[in-house]
């Protein structure tokens, strides 16, 4: 039986249909079924084949489905259980920051700034270059400096940042 045959008798399966049900809220029923669908036609024809021979076809795709429900980091729970969320009907958008929750931030904020500012030279010239290339390497090969002493430095830095911005007066 090949993997599309396999995957197409799975897909109707009454195990597979309950277990999507089992999922709250109903809403996200399709996107589930569609993204585990996604996985498993993702998945190479030999290992399907062997899941669905040994019969662990449908304990594996629990597991994937239980980990993309329960899991926050992972794709299915960042793109629909966070972005889909229904919004109340008493939501009001320009009421969701306070003013003091606002100030707070700006005083981060304005800390945050102030210490990149005060970082010496090099680190700051390299956190601006890691910012500006997207990554260690990419400043390493700009300028020659060696990627553990690109990367160190960046750690150093951020750690800096974070302390400054956040040490009260």
Not at 80 to 94: G, L
Not at 96 to 113: G, T, W, Y
Request: charged share 30%; glycine share 2%; hydrophobic share 35%.
């Amino acid at each position: 039986m090949t993997k599309n045959e396999i995957i197409s008798r799975f897909c109707v399966s009454k195990e597979f249909k309950d277990s999507i049900k089992l999922m709250h809220p109903d809403y996200l029923h399709e996107d589930l079924r569609s993204e585990v669908l996604l996985v498993l036609c993702e998945e190479e024809e030999w290992f399907i084949q062997e899941l669905y021979y040994r019969g662990e076809l449908k304990y594996w795709a629990a597991r994937i489905m239980l980990n993309m429900v329960k899991s926050y980091n992972s794709a299915f729970y960042t793109t629909y259980r966070i972005t889909n969320m229904p919004v109340p009907a008493w939501y009001d958008a320009a009421e969701e920051e306070d003013i003091s929750d606002r100030l707070k931030r700006e005083e981060v904020e304005d800390r945050a700034l102030d210490a990149i500012n005060n970082l010496h030279w090099y680190k700051r010239e390299l956190l601006q270059m890691y910012l500006k290339l997207g990554s260690f390497r990419a400043v390493g090969k700009e300028t020659g400096i060696p990627f553990q002493s690109v990367q160190r430095a960046f750690t150093n830095a951020c750690r800096e940042l974070k302390n400054k911005a956040y040490e009260k007066d």
